[in-house]
Every structure is written in structure tokens, then in C-alpha cells.
């Protein structure tokens, strides 16, 4: 038992140099570099593989299962090596230390007792993602971002019920950029939550806009998994709407992925009801394309499911395709759920989705996003007035 810190230190400079002996009896060692004892040690080796050695190998189990014991005292070890290759990943002693120190950090992430070696094309990804993100961030802070407006019409009368706000990027150099052509690097990025609230501020407010021109629309707002994820998201929800009290709460509309939901049912149940007490809308946007179970869609409180675009687009040509919009069709009227169909692309893909039961919908066909003015513009021709909701969203109890 080891009664003091200085105890401590000499057990622990004794378990270092019973460690050392077998690594310097290793015959792949080169040296031992640690000059100083700390529970991280130094050492370098001549012919290690990447591919091989990450797997664990068995020579490290060798080496350090013979080490099992101090003076006194019998110990099961394991080691946690983070490994870098010279030349390969660099040239300087300096380089070589801080790409195994994070290779490092990463085994003891993962759980300890593993060997991990620094992987030069992550690094410059991961790397490149933070540029990526940063220009996001850059983008944001000069006014380059802003929403086009998507409508949702009536495929029967061709009224206007709604619209989709979709996430813009004027670029200097690139012009008017899509989503995904940027958002991926931000929802792996720390800003995911900063941006998805910067567009529900500026959708809200527009709606705003528009109600006093005397165009009052239901708007849909994509919610990232990581937006939804973080714990004041209800609070900073509410919030909003709190500062947008011209906008009525049944106005709001948000779209979530399969995703959202997968990882941690309870939670995103917890998180969507505190939301749907605020007395907005919940749609699951994409339905079909991820892996949400039927007991997963029970236990959300759902109000839409939105049938995804690549299902549409090509169901007046694939039989399989056309029995899933008629299943999705037929699975929101057992939940109770309105219904949207994306990808609306012509009349004959309005016609048959109106036979098959779903007479909403979106898509280049309908109408291309738009920016807000033209919208307003676009709506004010078509003499659109919208309408209101045919049901409240589902009531939490």
C-alpha cells in the first residue's frame, strides 16, 4: 500500500524500470528516450508496420505481460501507445513527438490498452473540416448567408400552404452555394447549434415579415442532429418564439432526420415533447431513407412525415419506389400524421401522388426555392392567400 507521494513516486520509478528491461531486451528497440519518469514513456523501434501493429500486436502483450510485478507486488498492465513512423509522417524529433502524443490521446479515448498510430491523411481531414467550418463561421459573421423560401403547395387547388426555409451561402468567389455543399463540415464542427439558432432567428422573423404584408405561411425549418441534441435547445426555443410573439407557435414547423432520433430514443423524446409544448409543428424530414423503426416512430411525437424526393422523383418509373411512397402514404394515416411529398417535379408526379392519397407537396416542378421578397412576389401573383392548418398539431399530455 502506498502511503505518500513520494511512495508513489519511487513505486511508480521502480514499475518504469521494470517496464524499460524488456522493451530494451526487445529485439526490434532502438532506444529509450524517456528522460525523465512519468506514467508516458518515449521509445522508439525499427520496423514497425502501420497496418500490422495497429491491430494490436502480439509482441506488446509479450512485453508487457512479463512486466508484472514490483518489489512486493504482483500488477496486471497495459499499455495505451500512440505510434508515428519516420520518415513518413515527419522529418523533425519535435514533429514525430507531438503526432504520437496525439495519437495517443486518441487510444485513450477509445478506452485505453490499444495501440493507435498517427494517421497523416485524418489529420490533414480533420484539419481541412476546420477550415471548411471556420469559413462557415467567417460567412456568417459578413452577412453572406441567408434563406431562400421553398413553397408548399396543394396539389389539388395549387393553393399555397406553406414554405420550406432552406439555408443559402453567397459566396464571393462560387456564387450562390447549396447546403451541401458546406453544411457537412459544420455539423461535425462545434458551431452546428450557433448556426442552426441564427436560422431559426432569421425564419421567424421573416415569417413576421411576411404576416404583416398579409401573407401568413406555415415555415419548416431544418434542425440539425447536433442542434437538437444540446440541452437548452427547448429553453432557447422558447426563448425565440418568446421574442417573435407576432408569430404564432403553429406557424413553426420542425423538420427533423431519422438520425435525430437514433442514438438516444428517450432523450429525443424528452426533447421533442418539451418542444411540441411550446404548441409548434414536428415533421421527420426524409422518411425512408435512414433506419427509424416503427417503434421508434411510436415513441415520437410527430405531427408530418415529409416522403423523401429520391423516392418520388423516380416512382413513375420503378414499381419499388412507388410501393414505398404508397406505403409511407398509407403509414402516416395509421399515425395520424400529415403528409408532404419532396420532389415533386411535374404534373404527372402531382397526379399520381393526389391517386395514391398524399396532395401536398414540393418541388422544382411546383416552384424553385426562392429568396423572401420573391416569394412574396411570386405568392402575391398566384393571389395566395394561405390558408390555415386543417388540424392543431397532436396535443402532449
Known amino acids: ?80 501507445v500512440g505510434a508515428t513512423l519516420y520518415p513518413q509522417d515527419g522529418g523533425e524529433a519535435e514533429t514525430l513527438m507531438r503526432h504520437a502524443a496525439h495519437a495517443l490521446y486518441r487510444v485513450k479515448r477509445s478506452g485505453r490498452d490499444g495501440v ?54 453567397r459566396h464571393p468567389q462560387r456564387g450562390l452555394l447549396a447546403p451541401a455543399a458546406f453544411l457537412p463540415s459544420v455539423e461535425r ?53 418568446a421574442r417573435h410573439p407576432e408569430v404564432p407557435p403553429q406557424r413553426l414547423v420542425l423538420e427533423l432526420l431519422e438520425s435525430s432520433a437514433l442514438d438516444d430514443v428517450v432523450l429525443a423524446r424528452r426533447l421533442l415533447t418539451d418542444c411540441k409544448r411550446l404548441g409548434l409543428w414536428l415533421a421527420m424530414d426524409d422518411f425512408g431513407t435512414g433506419y427509424a423503426t416503427l417503434s421508434v416512430l411510436k415513441q415520437l411525437p410527430l405531427d408530418q412525415l415529409k416522403i ?46 393526389v391517386e395514391m392519397g398524399c396532395r401536398v407537396g414540393q418541388g422544382s416542378g411546383l416552384c424553385e426555392p426562392l429568396p423572401p421578397q420573391a416569394l412574396l412576389d411570386w405568392a402575391r401573383q398566384r393571389g395566395a392567400v394561405a390558408r390555415g392548418r386543417e388540424k392543431p398539431p397532436q396535443a402532449i399530455t
Open 308 to 353: 423523401d424526393r429520391s423516392f418520388v422523383q423516380t416512382m413513375l418509373v420503378d414499381p419499388q419506389d412507388r410501393a414505398l411512397v404508397q406505403g409511407v402514404i398509407a403509414l402516416a394515416g395509421q399515425f395520424g400524421c400529415e403528409l408532404v411529398a419532396e420532389g415533386v417535379e411535374s404534373a404527372a408526379h402531382a397526379r399520381a401522388l
Open 116 to 169: 493507435q498510430f498517427f494517421d497523416v491523411e485524418k489529420r490533414r481531414s480533420r484539419e481541412a473540416q476546420a477550415q471548411a467550418a471556420l469559413r462557415v463561421q467567417q460567412a456568417l459573421e459578413a452577412g453572406e448567408l441567408c434563406l431562400h423560401y421553398q413553397p408548399k403547395l396543394d396539389l389539388v387547388t395549387g393553393e399555397l400552404l406553406g414554405a420550406e426555409a432552406l439555408l443559402r451561402w
Open 1 to 80: 500500500r502506498v502511503q505518500s507521494a513520494a511512495e508513489a513516486q519511487l513505486a511508480l520509478d521502480r514499475l518504469v524500470q521494470v517496464v524499460r528491461r524488456p522493451i530494451d531486451a526487445s529485439p526490434d528497440h532502438a532506444s529509450a528516450d524517456a528522460a525523465s519518469v512519468t506514467e508516458e514513456m518515449p521509445t522508439s523501434a525499427m520496423g514497425l508496420d502501420r497496418d500490422r501493429d495497429e491491430d494490436g500486436d502480439a509482441r506488446d502483450d509479450d512485453i508487457f505481460g512479463s512486466a508484472a510485478g514490483t518489489p512486493g507486488d504482483v500488477l496486471r498492465l497495459s499499455a495505451s
Open 189 to 241: 464542427s462545434g458551431m452546428a447549434a450557433a448556426l442552426g439558432h441564427w436560422v431559426l432567428e432569421q425564419a421567424l422573423a421573416q415569417c413576421g415579415r411576411w404576416q404583416a404584408e398579409g401573407l401568413e405561411l406555415t415555415l419548416s425549418v431544418n434542425i440539425s442532429p447536433r442542434h437538437l441534441a444540446a440541452p437548452d435547445f427547448p429553453a432557447r426555443l422558447a426563448a425565440l418564439l
